[in-house]
């Protein structure tokens, strides 16, 4: 049996003073662990006289209670003469004090499962919200700081009609999706914030969060291919993908269509790349069109990459670690699988492009590099999707023997533009995405 902590308490409903007194000792010679002091059923109350009787005498322990008529007690007064009783009775050391739920809640969620609680706070009535002075002088786990509350999620603009976006990832701690679509949102004067989700369960985290306020969602890792089976809607090439990075609420009917700008993000960035100049206007045509296009990596990313460059008439080749998975993604874009050992001596033909979609050589482990520079030299485009550091090993040992580069900040930017084209409907303000990105990256 575990330990029973439970107490047993007697309301004391009298109407004077003495004779609550009586009632306390009985309820001891009753065998009862407290008492509740009922404030309210006392006839002339005179508060500091009563409360220092009541309390300097008690027998038990006392819970002090003063209900108001519209929680079904007998006080008539005003809230505020009500509170300065309750505060009364705590200064002189009432054991326990009995606030009724209506009175202003402070409902926090510890650790960063609860960020969204700290955030959210003033669109939900939240009574207040802590933010610290600087990092790491947290008084519970969990706060964010002035500067977050205030510069990145903007929380004296948030009130009961904004809506709320957000990120669904596990971790999703480091994402620096909020910075960059708040100020976005900002830009654009949409009353809009956009939050970190740290979610276990997709679908049941879709079922709590259905309200239309919570108007879209970017979804990271690990929750990409479940989001595919989670939406009511699914952008056809995103379902061949197998993939979700952006979940749209419609507004006409509420649900949910999933997209991925992934690959429009990684793909426009290696075209314009290609055509010298990022941003190009003269887009007919795609320089992808015939190419052989050699993917490392045949995760989320490489899938992306994969069918994006497929979709441009590229000739695609799959090199991955798990040669089956390779295999598995060749045969489904109908291209050619290689093992990471057979990549460094395969040149069929001049000007390759090289896309890693894997995370060598990403923070902490900046030395690796997935291909060696020698065989470098069979490429005249390299992408890498890793965009911590912003130029990786493989980067700069591309840029060395004469390749052409495109950075994985350069898709990051693009997935996050596109997403918020789908979330708002607007053209993305491009210079500040870009600008965010580049002061906080
Ligand atoms: P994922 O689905 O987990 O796939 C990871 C891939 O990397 C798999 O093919 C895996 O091979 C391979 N891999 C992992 N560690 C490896 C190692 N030590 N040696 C060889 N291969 C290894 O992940 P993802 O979502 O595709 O993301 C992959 C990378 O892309 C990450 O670095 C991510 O940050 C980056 N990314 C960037 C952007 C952007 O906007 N720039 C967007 C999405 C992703 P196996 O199949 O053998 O496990």
Excluded at 70 to 79: F, N
Aim: proline content about 5%; aromatic content about 8%; charged content about 25%.
């Amino acid at each position: 049996m575990g330990e029973n902590t439970t107490l047993l308490c007697v309301p004391l409903i009298s109407h004077n003073v003495e004779d609550m007194l009586v009632q306390m000792n009985r309820a001891k010679a009753s065998g009862a662990d407290l008492v509740e002091i009922r404030l309210d059923h006392l006839e002339a109350f005179r508060p500091s006289e009563d409360l220092q009787r009541l309390l300097s005498d008690r027998p038990l322990p006392a819970l002090v209670t003063y209900r108001p008529k519209w929680e079904g007690g007998e006080y008539e007064g005003d809230d505020h003469t009500r509170l300065d009783v309750l505060r009364l009775a705590m200064e002189m050391g009432a054991d326990y004090i009995d606030v009724e739920l209506q009175v202003p809640i402070i409902g926090l969620v510890m650790r960063e499962r609860g960020w969204i609680s700290r955030i959210l706070c003033p669109k939900f009535g939240g009574y207040l919200t802590f933010g610290t002075l600087e990092a790491g002088k947290e008084s519970a786990p969990g706060q964010l700081t002035m500067k977050e509350l205030l510069n990145v999620y903007n929380i004296r603009q948030i009130g009961r009609d904004t809506k709320v976006y957000g990120i669904i990832g596990n971790p999703v701690g480091h994402s620096k999706g909020p910075i960059l679509h708040n100020e976005a949102f900002t830009s654009v004067g949409l009353n809009a914030v956009y939050v970190p989700f740290l979610v276990d369960n997709l679908r049941e985290f879709l079922h709590v969060y259905s309200s239309p306020d919570f108007s879209g969602f970017s979804c990271t890792i690990p929750h990409k291919e479940a989001a595919v089976e989670c939406c009511d809607e699914v952008d056809p090439v995103a379902k061949s993908i197998g993939a979700v990075n952006t979940i749209v609420r419609r507004k006409s009917d509420g649900k949910l269509v999933g997209y991925n700008t992934d690959y429009q993000g990684a793909i426009s960035a290696i075209e314009d790349g290609m055509r010298g100049s990022y941003g190009a206007t003269d887009k007919i045509g795609s320089p992808l069109a015939g190419k052989l296009f050699v993917v490392i990596g045949a995760g989320g990313a490489g899938k992306a990459l994969a069918f994006g460059a497929k979709g441009k008439g590229a000739r695609i080749v799959i090199a991955n670690r798990s040669y089956d998975r390779a295999k598995a993604l060749a045969s489904l874009v109908g291209g050619e699988a290689i093992s990471l050992g057979d990549l460094e001596s395969f040149h069929p033909d001049e000007g390759m492009i090289l896309a890693n979609s894997t995370s060598i050589g990403m923070h902490p482990n900046i030395d690796e590099t997935p291909i060696s520079k020698q065989a470098l030299k069979s490429y005249s485009v390299v992408f890498d999707a890793v965009y911590t550091p912003k130029v990786t090993r493989l980067l700069t040992e591309a840029e060395e023997v004469g390749a052409t580069v495109v950075s994985g900040l350069e898709m990051f930017i693009r997935q996050a533009m596109g997403q918020f084209e789908l979330f708002t409907g607007l053209r993305a303000p491009e210079k500040v995405m870009r600008e965010a990105v580049m002061r906080n990256i």
